[in-house]
């Protein structure tokens, strides 16, 4: 039994008790305050029509006190100063999840990286996710880091879930939610070592492009959820949204461009794959967060000029 807590129904109603909440893959508000299992369609949170409520309580992340400068020296970033990461973190164990989806209980409450994964690393998140195809590769090979995949779509996690499963991975995990709402209210603040952005959906009417992920408010959200020395890692095949997310970035004190390392950009996604057999260029760039003690020594925030590797 677990208690359910929804913003969306009203001040003053209090939590319902719901069975089996390790099943659980979204929430579902009624309008008189009933609180159900989420259907397809269910809590405007996982629809991506959340409003704006009141920010959580900041949960504790995986990365304590004592820090080291190792993890995306490892990661082969050796070019970048690299991410703060808790010195006592352990390798990737062989125990295997009941689910491979996590069960979202709280819609205010913070992830704790403890609970989501079995191991303590650093956590990487892939915005978007699809059919996972990218995350469980890229988890397959990197072992010592966790991978959480944000999806609203229940089918394509269900797909993560399949395919985990027959690949054994212990370092992946699902979470079914909208993507921005999931950085703003359920990441914890400095706790990501890298986001993943590939191929989100480019609104090419410009009436749409109010709807774009990558917006000007983007970098704020990243910046929150991101360790010092953290990296956005996108990827899109539209030139004009290719752009934006290079303005916006650029716009932002907090991010420095960075090139992104051949072994990641070797790992392509299923959109990736399909647009480059029809000879379609896939854009490429990567922005870290200034570490503290270089905002420090410079005074103030400086952006060089952007770096991305565009190939086909």
Not at 118 to 142: K, R, T
Request: glycine fraction near 6%; proline fraction near 7%.
């Amino acid at each position: 039994m677990a208690h359910l807590h929804c913003p969306h129904s009203g001040a003053g109603v209090s939590p319902v008790t719901v069975p089996q909440a390790s099943r659980l893959t979204g929430l579902h508000c009624d309008r008189d305050g009933r609180r159900t299992m989420a259907a397809e369609d269910g809590c405007p949170a996982i629809r991506g029509q959340c409003p704006d409520v009141p920010r959580a309580p900041l949960a504790t992340g995986v990365f304590g006190a004592k820090e080291s400068f190792e993890f995306h020296q490892r990661a082969g970033y050796a070019n970048l100063a690299p991410v703060a990461m808790n010195s006592a973190l352990t390798p990737s164990t062989s125990v295997l999840p009941v689910s491979y989806l996590h069960p979202l209980t709280s819609l205010t409450e913070r992830l704790d990286w403890a609970v989501v994964f079995s191991s303590a690393q650093p956590v990487e998140v892939d915005l978007g996710c699809g059919d996972a195809a990218f995350l469980l590769e890229y988890a397959a090979q990197h072992p010592e880091r966790n991978f959480l995949g944000v999806e609203r779509l229940l089918g394509r996690l269900r797909k993560l879930e399949r395919r985990a499963r027959r690949a054994r991975l212990a370092n992946a995990r699902g979470l079914r939610v909208e993507c921005i709402y999931a950085v703003q209210y359920l990441m914890p603040p400095e706790s990501v070592a890298a986001f993943h952005v590939y191929f989100p959906d480019p609104w090419p009417k410009k009436r749409h492009h109010k709807n774009r992920m990558v917006n000007a408010a983007f970098p704020a959200l990243m910046q929150q959820a991101l360790v010092p020395g953290g990296v956005v890692c996108l990827r899109t095949d539209h030139e004009d949204y290719f752009a934006q997310m290079l303005e916006v970035f650029g716009a932002h004190a907090g991010f420095r461009a960075v090139a992104t390392p051949d072994e990641l950009a070797s790992v392509r996604t299923d959109f990736e794959k399909e647009f480059s057999a029809q000879g379609i260029l896939t854009r490429r760039a990567a922005f870290q967060k200034w570490l503290e003690p270089e905002l420090r020594s410079n005074g103030r925030r400086t952006v060089v000029g952007q770096a991305s590797c565009l190939s086909s």
